[in-house]
Protein backbone atom coordinates (compact mmCIF):
# COMPACT_ATOMS: atom_id res chain seq x y z
CA UNK A 1 0.00 0.00 0.00
CA UNK A 2 1.22 3.53 -0.70
CA UNK A 3 -0.11 7.06 0.33
CA UNK A 4 -1.30 9.59 -2.22
CA UNK A 5 0.03 12.84 -1.94
CA UNK A 6 -2.18 14.99 -4.57
CA UNK A 7 -2.00 18.49 -5.93
CA UNK A 8 -4.93 20.05 -6.97
CA UNK A 9 -4.08 22.38 -10.20
CA UNK A 10 -5.99 24.80 -11.82
CA UNK A 11 -6.12 26.54 -15.11
CA UNK A 12 -6.59 30.36 -16.44
CA UNK A 13 -10.42 28.82 -17.54
CA UNK A 14 -10.82 27.56 -14.02
CA UNK A 15 -10.97 23.41 -14.39
CA UNK A 16 -8.91 21.84 -12.15
CA UNK A 17 -7.10 18.11 -12.27
CA UNK A 18 -4.71 16.58 -10.27
CA UNK A 19 -1.41 15.52 -10.08
CA UNK A 20 -1.10 12.71 -7.74
CA UNK A 21 2.19 11.32 -6.30
CA UNK A 22 2.47 7.72 -4.69
CA UNK A 23 4.36 7.85 -1.42
CA UNK A 24 5.46 4.86 0.67
CA UNK A 25 3.37 3.80 3.34
CA UNK A 26 6.55 4.02 5.97
CA UNK A 27 6.30 7.88 5.32
CA UNK A 28 4.37 9.78 8.05
CA UNK A 29 1.79 12.80 7.73
CA UNK A 30 4.50 14.99 9.03
CA UNK A 31 6.77 14.03 6.79
CA UNK A 32 4.92 14.35 3.78
CA UNK A 33 3.89 17.59 4.82
CA UNK A 34 7.24 18.75 5.04
CA UNK A 35 7.95 17.26 1.54
CA UNK A 36 5.10 19.11 0.26
CA UNK A 37 6.96 22.82 1.79
CA UNK A 38 9.69 21.36 0.20
CA UNK A 39 8.46 20.52 -3.38
CA UNK A 40 5.57 22.65 -4.06
CA UNK A 41 7.53 25.65 -5.65
CA UNK A 42 10.05 23.05 -7.48
CA UNK A 43 5.95 22.08 -8.92
CA UNK A 44 5.24 25.37 -9.51
CA UNK A 45 8.04 26.13 -11.76
CA UNK A 46 6.95 23.53 -13.77
CA UNK A 47 3.62 23.88 -14.45
CA UNK A 48 1.60 26.97 -16.26
CA UNK A 49 -1.21 26.71 -13.88
CA UNK A 50 -2.05 26.94 -10.11
CA UNK A 51 -1.24 25.24 -7.30
CA UNK A 52 -4.38 25.50 -5.20
CA UNK A 53 -4.27 23.03 -2.70
CA UNK A 54 -2.56 19.66 -2.05
CA UNK A 55 -3.45 16.61 0.28
CA UNK A 56 -3.09 12.51 1.78
CA UNK A 57 -4.86 9.90 1.17
CA UNK A 58 -3.34 7.82 4.32
CA UNK A 59 -2.89 3.83 3.61
CA UNK A 60 -4.78 2.54 6.72
CA UNK A 61 -4.47 -1.22 7.97
CA UNK A 62 -7.67 -3.12 8.12
CA UNK A 63 -8.82 -5.72 10.51
CA UNK A 64 -7.50 -9.46 9.27
CA UNK A 65 -11.91 -10.48 9.84
CA UNK A 66 -13.61 -9.03 7.50
CA UNK A 67 -15.76 -10.53 4.36
CA UNK A 68 -13.61 -11.35 1.82
CA UNK A 69 -16.56 -11.83 -0.56
CA UNK A 70 -18.41 -9.28 -1.85
CA UNK A 71 -22.36 -10.65 -1.60
CA UNK A 72 -23.60 -11.52 -5.64
CA UNK A 73 -25.50 -9.00 -7.63
CA UNK A 74 -24.19 -5.92 -5.71
CA UNK A 75 -22.90 -2.88 -7.52
CA UNK A 76 -20.80 -0.24 -5.37
CA UNK A 77 -23.42 1.91 -7.52
CA UNK A 78 -26.00 0.85 -5.04
CA UNK A 79 -25.50 2.01 -1.37
CA UNK A 80 -26.87 3.78 1.38
CA UNK A 81 -26.75 7.67 2.14
CA UNK A 82 -26.35 8.37 5.13
CA UNK A 83 -27.22 12.31 6.64
CA UNK A 84 -26.08 14.04 9.37
CA UNK A 85 -26.59 17.70 11.14
CA UNK A 86 -23.27 19.15 11.77
CA UNK A 87 -21.98 21.37 15.22
CA UNK A 88 -21.61 25.21 14.01
CA UNK A 89 -23.97 24.97 10.66
CA UNK A 90 -27.05 25.19 9.15
CA UNK A 91 -26.71 22.73 7.02
CA UNK A 92 -26.33 19.09 6.91
CA UNK A 93 -24.04 16.81 5.86
CA UNK A 94 -24.54 12.96 3.94
CA UNK A 95 -21.65 10.19 3.88
CA UNK A 96 -22.46 7.65 0.96
CA UNK A 97 -21.96 3.76 1.26
CA UNK A 98 -21.17 1.54 -1.45
CA UNK A 99 -22.63 -1.99 -1.64
CA UNK A 100 -24.95 -0.97 2.08
CA UNK A 101 -26.21 -4.02 2.97
CA UNK A 102 -29.77 -4.41 1.59
CA UNK A 103 -30.91 -6.87 4.89
CA UNK A 104 -30.37 -3.16 6.92
CA UNK A 105 -32.84 -1.04 4.27
CA UNK A 106 -36.10 -0.84 4.88
CA UNK A 107 -38.82 -1.60 2.50
CA UNK A 108 -35.89 -1.39 -0.09
CA UNK A 109 -35.40 2.68 0.54
CA UNK A 110 -35.05 3.71 4.22
CA UNK A 111 -31.99 2.78 6.19
CA UNK A 112 -32.84 2.83 9.87
CA UNK A 113 -30.74 3.17 13.14
CA UNK A 114 -30.93 -0.34 14.52
CA UNK A 115 -28.74 -3.35 13.96
CA UNK A 116 -25.30 -2.93 12.76
CA UNK A 117 -26.05 0.74 11.30
CA UNK A 118 -26.62 1.56 14.71
CA UNK A 119 -23.23 -0.07 16.13
CA UNK A 120 -21.88 1.90 13.02
CA UNK A 121 -23.70 4.82 14.00
CA UNK A 122 -22.43 4.74 17.43
CA UNK A 123 -19.04 4.87 16.32
CA UNK A 124 -19.19 7.59 13.83
CA UNK A 125 -20.34 9.87 16.40
CA UNK A 126 -18.89 8.65 19.23
CA UNK A 127 -15.48 9.93 17.70
CA UNK A 128 -13.27 7.71 20.20
CA UNK A 129 -10.32 8.09 18.06
CA UNK A 130 -11.59 10.65 15.59
CA UNK A 131 -14.09 12.85 15.09
CA UNK A 132 -15.82 12.97 11.31
CA UNK A 133 -16.79 15.72 10.01
CA UNK A 134 -18.33 17.51 6.49
CA UNK A 135 -15.79 18.99 4.22
CA UNK A 136 -15.53 21.89 5.91
CA UNK A 137 -14.76 20.58 9.32
CA UNK A 138 -18.05 20.97 10.91
CA UNK A 139 -18.35 17.86 13.48
CA UNK A 140 -21.02 15.75 12.91
CA UNK A 141 -23.71 15.91 16.20
CA UNK A 142 -26.41 13.49 15.40
CA UNK A 143 -28.01 11.10 12.41
CA UNK A 144 -30.92 12.50 10.58
CA UNK A 145 -31.74 9.38 8.61
CA UNK A 146 -30.15 7.31 5.97
CA UNK A 147 -31.86 6.10 2.44
CA UNK A 148 -30.68 3.32 -0.36
CA UNK A 149 -28.95 5.36 -3.15
CA UNK A 150 -27.95 4.64 -6.64
CA UNK A 151 -24.74 6.31 -8.17
CA UNK A 152 -22.34 6.51 -10.82
Same mark, same amino acid.
Given at each position: !?? =?? #???????S??K %?? %?? &?????? &????????? @????? /?????A???? &??T????? @?????? $??? *? /?????? !????? $? $?????? &??????? +??????????? #?? /? *?????? /?? $??????? +?? !?????N???????? *????A??????? =???
Open positions: !MV =HL #LTYKITDGG %SK %SA &VFPIPE &VATYTEICA @MVLEQ /DSLLDVISG &VISASVQ @MACPID $GGL *N /DTPAAN !MSVQD $G $GLLGFS &VADSEYR +TSIYIPTYSET #LI /D *NYRVIA /DA $GATAALL +TA !MLAGAADVSDKDG *NIISFLGGTRR =HRK
